[in-house]
């Protein structure tokens, strides 16, 4: 049972870290618009794909 | 050719069907697209020339579409009036290093893809430092170098891709919302960590009263409760303690100050105990009472935000005018400049050309004009005004430069005016949530009453268990299942109509709308679609080769750079018109006449038959009456020297819509009426299919007000669906006020309910919810009495410890919060049917 007065206080600064960056996340606007933010990954990301397609592309149009 | 011109093809951009005969296609990677107008096409080119056309693929509603490609052509920038400094100086601050930044309110966005475009597309300008564009709010902040761009420019980069920038003015109710709800999310979130802490806990602490534990264990985890609970207590629960303070002093008693009680006396009491190492603990009832209350308060602010956040849209147009200044030997001209309005006074000259909005009160010194004064007279009709006659601000001017005195801006002018009628209409409107609030008042006095007596009565004869009793009697009796039984049914209920486009602006709709029995309509724009459109074309005898889509270029082409409505009707049928418009020379306008002008070497007159005859030099012919045309319709001559070419029909018609609304209401067993401000006799007969028996028309905004009144006097709740500024004072005298999406700003800011798509079906659905909405009510109102009559004599008589009385208080919440959820799946049932139905009743028209 002694190993309450350890783990209570780790619980403890965990907690206090779960709710800085709650307070950090609120705060720097990421709740205001949960609508937008969750798609945005997908257009980066296919940029990316296609700018990789076009790499591609332009290797197989190389003369060997 | 072949395959964009085919029937039923929809536009690339926008969606919408391309009309007929019609080719504005773009070929593009090889692959030719449909469009349906040259502002898509324009529109679609900027996206795909900027490397941008992942946004076609990404989007997932269709975009709105942009008709107009002005925009594109003119050679000068639309927003030039927003670079000058003194309308910037109330819409733009500066950041630290020297950068300026702007909030803009953007219309047309649809979708999440429509934030990554703009973001993307202003990224590739030069001089951008940063842009955040919120979809949900469309909203966003750009922050810029004033050396390498101007404002004008990068509103004119967004309207490019079919964006319409709105600045936001600083003192606009936006940023103050945020923020609060930001804090309760903040609050709500601290409390629902601790709770689940605390909770932990707890279940350590029953375990351990039951099977035994020791003392020292025992203190350990009653002080880590009070360590999750002290800032629970002190930060998340701080609303309720203001409001309860705020109320005190008010003395007007709500539901706070028991709340704000009870959480005092259990958080000392169980401190106190903890201290003294004995008694009692209820921590974790004090997160789990704050953590459901706080839940509740955030659902709510959040509705208001998202309305509020839809409503305030920025400024469309700089507020400035054209001033002139007259040197003595008047007429002659100095100079004209572009001046903010409110630097304006009595006595300055201003110019207002065709198109724009007049901006203050005055006399005509010059010119003749079509003025609409729509705005404030409902009327649709343009009138003819000239030198030496008032105009009124807010009305627009249609058809010629006017030279303007200025007679009374601001305050004094006709507009604001309207605005104070209305304002003294909402003081005598009636006010059923004040009356709930006066009920709930005594409801917690006789609360706070018993709860003292009880604690007396135990203090007399057994004083250490006196305060859990009274605890437990407070816990017990809270009214937190009372105070979220109607604030959960209305937010499922508003979100629900939301998504139909029903808009509400104040709490107390849902109720109201419930008990509501009279409708009235307002023609202008509520029942009509508002604007004229092309009916048909009658071509000549004589020039039957001539083919019907080369009249309307013609009569487009000579109505070129008009704002009269048969004008704009005009290019709308022609797809714009500056696709195909030919260039015409010599155009003269006639005011109450028509326009004459020279195609190629001919000369055309297009207006009203009698005068294109004459001008024209044809011979009057008799029995030409307009029988011959469309029910209803303005006529419209198209001549060349000698040759009668067509006759084009002009009307305003029915919202498609508004038949199967009519007869929904009428199936809830409501009455409907019409009460017009419009003049015109066709207004009777274009609403004849509705078969309405009740119509008034020609009605001053007195008049309508005094109808309404009468109504009401006659016992009768009304609801009132109008659009125009005169509407205002009559809007809010009705019980329930519905203004139409494209109505003025003014009269949805003033109206309890904003029908953002327009379709007035959503009129009877929301009459069919809102009457669901109140049996929910009414049900989760009962439970919560009868939980209340059940539980408080057995906890005055002290059957009932703190933690039993927790435990019936939260499960009594859920209950009246699952019932509320209810709602949400019978209404979309309900909602289904008479959608279908309502369709039937489209196809039978």
Same mark, same amino acid.
């Given at each position: 049972m002694q190993s309450l007065y350890l783990l209570i206080p780790i619980s403890l600064i965990f907690i206090a870290v779960a709710i800085r960056i709650f307070f950090w996340a609120v705060n720097s606007g990421q709740y205001d618009d949960l609508d937008s933010e969750g798609e945005r990954i997908l257009f980066d990301q296919e940029d990316s794909l296609d700018d990789l397609i076009n790499e591609q592309k332009d290797d197989l149009d190389k003369p060997l | 050719m072949t395959t964009s011109t085919a029937a039923n093809q929809s536009c690339y951009h926008c969606g919408l069907e391309v009309p007929q005969h019609s080719d504005f296609s773009l070929v593009i990677k090889g692959i030719r697209r449909a469009m349906c107008c040259p502002g898509c096409a324009a529109v679609a080119a900027t996206i795909f020339e900027n490397g941008l056309q992942q946004f076609y693929k990404f989007r997932s509603a269709p975009s709105t579409q942009v008709v107009s490609s002005s925009a594109f052509e003119a050679q000068e920038n639309p927003y030039a009036n927003w670079? %000058?400094? &003194? @309308?910037?100086?109330?819409?733009?601050? &500066? $950041?630290? *290093?020297? !950068? %300026?930044? #702007? +909030? !803009?309110? @953007? /219309? =047309? @966005?649809?979708?999440?893809?429509?934030?990554? !475009? #703009? &973001? *993307?597309? !202003? /990224?590739? %300008?030069? /001089?951008?430092?940063? @842009?955040? #564009? =919120? /979809? $949900?709010? +469309? +909203?966003? &902040?750009i922050i810029w170098t004033p050396e390498t761009i101007s404002l004008s420019e990068i509103l004119q980069a967004i309207k490019q891709i079919g964006y319409d920038p709105s600045p936001i003015n600083h003192d606009s109710s936006l940023s103050p919302a945020t923020n609060e709800s930001r804090k309760l999310l903040l609050r709500l979130g601290v409390a629902g960590l601790a709770m689940m802490q605390t909770g932990m806990v707890a279940i350590a602490l029953y375990a351990g009263s039951f099977q035994g534990m020791q003392a020292e264990w025992q203190n350990l985890l009653r002080l880590i409760s009070v360590l999750f609970v002290t800032p629970v207590v002190f930060y998340s629960a701080q609303p309720f303690f203001i409001s309860a303070w705020r109320s005190l002093k008010m003395r007007h008693l709500v539901m706070d100050v028991p709340v704000a009680l009870a959480i005092t006396l259990a958080y000392s009491a169980s401190l106190w105990a903890t201290l003294r190492g004995g008694g009692e603990v209820y921590f974790d009832s004090i997160t789990m009472f704050s953590f459901f209350l706080l839940l509740g308060r955030f659902a709510e602010q959040r509705i208001r935000d998202k309305n509020l956040l839809l409503l305030n849209r920025g400024t469309l147009l700089p507020p400035v005018a054209t001033q002139v200044f007259l040197q003595e030997d008047f007429p002659q001209t100095k100079a004209d400049l572009q001046v903010p309005i409110k630097t304006l006074s009595a006595g300055d000259f201003i110019r207002v050309n065709a198109g724009q909005i007049i901006p203050c009160d005055g006399l005509i010194k010059e010119g003749v004009s079509q003025v609409s004064e729509a705005l404030l007279t409902g009327e649709s009709r343009a009138l003819t005004k000239q030198a030496g006659e008032p105009v009124y601000g807010g009305t627009v001017n249609g058809a010629n430069p006017l030279l303007i005195e200025v007679g009374a801006t601001g305050e004094a002018s006709c507009l604001s005016s309207i605005v104070k009628l209305a304002e003294r209409a909402a003081l005598d409107k009636p006010h059923w949530a004040m009356l709930a609030d006066r009920l709930a008042g005594y409801f917690i006095a006789a609360l706070l009453i018993v709860a003292g007596a009880v604690a007396t009565y135990w203090w007399l004869h057994e004083p250490q268990r006196a305060l859990w009793i009274t605890l437990s009697v407070l816990v017990v009796t809270c009214p937190c299942a009372l105070s979220l039984a109607t604030p959960a049914a209305l937010t499922v209920a508003s979100n629900l109509l939301r998504a139909r486009g029903f808009l509400i602006n104040r709490m107390h709709v849902l109720e109201t709308l419930a008990a509501i029995d009279h409708v009235v309509f307002d023609k202008t724009g509520t029942l009509t679609e508002g604007d004229l459109k092309r009916v048909s074309v009658k071509i000549s005898d004589t020039s039957h080769d001539i083919s019907e889509q080369q009249i309307i270029v013609w009569a487009a082409s000579l109505e070129r750079g008009s704002q009269h409505p048969i004008a704009l009707a005009l290019h709308d049928s022609n797809g714009s018109g500056s696709a195909t418009a030919i260039a015409v020379s010599e155009q003269r306008f006639v005011t109450g006449s028509g326009v004459s002008g020279k195609i190629g070497a001919e000369m055309f007159y297009l207006g009203r038959p009698a005068w294109v005859r004459d001008m024209a030099g044809l011979p009057e012919i008799s029995g030409s009456g307009p029988s011959e045309g469309p029910n209803q319709s303005i006529e419209v001559g198209l001549a060349r020297s000698g040759e009668w070419l067509a006759t084009i029909y002009f009307a305003d018609q029915l919202r498609p819509t508004a038949l199967a609304a009519i007869n929904q209401l009428r199936q809830l067993g409501l009455k409907v009426s019409l009460l017009s401000g419009d003049p015109s006799p066709g207004a009777a007969q274009i609403i004849k299919p509705l078969g309405l028996s009740d119509c008034q028309l020609s009605l001053q905004p007195e008049q309508k007000l005094a109808a309404v009144r009468d109504l009401q006097q006659r016992g009768k709740r009304v609801l009132m669906v109008g659009d125009g500024i005169n509407d205002v004072p009559v809007l809010q005298a009705a019980d329930v006020s519905v203004a139409l999406g494209r109505a003025s700003d003014l009269s949805q800011i003033h109206a309890d309910v904003t029908l953002l798509s327009g379709d007035l079906r959503a009129l009877p659905e929301a009459i069919a919810t809102a009457t669901q909405t109140r049996r929910i009510i009414k049900q989760n109102i009962s439970w919560a009495i009868a939980y209340n009559l059940v539980a408080l004599p057995l906890a005055a008589a002290g059957y009932v410890p703190p933690w039993a009385a927790a435990i019936g208080m939260s499960g009594s919440s859920l209950l009246v919060m699952v019932n509320a959820l209810r709602l949400a799946t019978r209404a979309t049932k309900l909602l289904g049917w008479k959608r279908s139905n309502g369709s039937r009743l489209m196809q039978s028209l």
């Open positions: - | 670079d %000058l400094s &003194e @309308i910037q100086q109330d819409y733009i601050s &500066e $950041t630290d *290093q020297r !950068l %300026l930044s #702007i +909030r !803009l309110y @953007i /219309g =047309n @966005i649809t979708c999440a893809a429509c934030t990554w !475009l #703009i &973001e *993307q597309h !202003l /990224g590739k %300008l030069p /001089g951008i430092d940063r @842009i955040a #564009i =919120n /979809g $949900t709010t +469309r +909203r966003g &902040e």
